[in-house]
Each structure stands twice: as structure tokens, then as C-alpha cells.
């Protein structure tokens, strides 16, 4: 493995053994389509979408937020909101009282993100039972273990 593996390469800088980009993607150049990649990881993880859809009605506190979605893991909802407020879709404002207290909002980055995001969540919830009925066939198919 070289020491470049799975780095983007700088600005003219080829990258060896990567194909070029076709299709509606040929538009960006091989910088733009790894910083493409990595926001879409960034906003396309369940707990991240989760979280910003909370944010979208209220401002809310951790203990809200770990309520409002309960299948997350406190240990993901802190790690999520980290890589949220890095990227300025989320802000952590910090109160000076007694007890402390944090309360977490939409930027305006954010909130301009759920213009993108809620045709999606649009479109997964009006297309859920024929792609449920597409897994649980393809899953009666499939050959057992493996």
C-alpha cells in the first residue's frame, strides 16, 4: 500500500489507479468528488439525519435529543454531534448556570441542508412497502448462509 492510498491527491495531481469520473459526475474534478464523498458520509448516516431532522422542529439539550432518538447510543449521539458542529450544521451553545447547561441548534448550513435531505426522506417513506416486498422477496431467493 502506498503512503497516498485513499488520500486525495492535490490540486493537477493524478491519482494512479483511479478511474476518471463519467456520467453527471464527470462535472467535478477529482477534489471536488472526494470533499462531495465526504460530506454526503458525513450527512448520510442514519444518526446524523436523525439528529438534524430533531434540530429542525426545536433546539434541544442532549437528554432530549438522546430521548427524541432512542435506538442511538449516547456514545454515537456525542460522537454524531461532534462531527455535526465541526462542519457547522450544528451548534453547541454552553449556558453559565447552575447546573450547566447545553443546548444544541440548526445552523443555518443545517437548515438549508433539510431542503435536500427531505425529498429524500420523502420519497424512502412513499417507496417503503414496494421495496420492502423487492428485500423480503430477493431474501426468499437467496440462498441460506450466504
Not at 456520467?23 to 438534524?52: H, N, T, Y
Not at 431474501?139 to 448462509?145: C, K
Request: hydrophobic letters at 40%; aromatic letters at 4%; charged letters at 25%.
Amino acid at each position: 500500500m502506498s503512503n497516498n492510498e485513499g488520500q486525495a491527491a492535490s490540486p493537477g495531481e493524478a491519482r494512479p489507479n483511479v478511474l476518471p469520473l463519467s456520467g453527471p459526475c464527470a462535472r467535478w474534478d477529482e477534489q471536488d468528488a472526494d470533499f462531495i464523498r465526504e460530506v454526503l458520509d458525513l450527512v448520510g448516516d442514519k444518526w446524523s439525519m436523525l439528529v438534524i431532522g430533531v434540530l429542525a422542529v426545536n433546539d434541544a439539550r442532549y437528554s432530549d435529543l438522546d430521548t427524541a432518538i432512542p435506538a442511538l447510543s449516547r456514545r454515537m449521539l456525542t460522537l454524531t454531534l461532534k462531527r455535526l458542529e465541526r462542519s457547522d450544521l450544528v451548534d453547541r451553545t454552553a449556558y453559565p448556570e447552575v447546573p450547566p447547561r447545553v443546548e444544541y441548534s440548526l445552523t443555518d448550513l443545517g437548515a438549508s441542508l433539510l431542503s435536500a435531505v427531505e425529498p429524500l426522506a420523502a420519497w424512502s417513506a412513499e417507496q417503503h412497502t414496494e421495496i420492502r416486498r423487492h428485500q423480503d422477496a430477493h431474501d426468499r431467493s437467496a440462498p441460506h448462509g450466504g
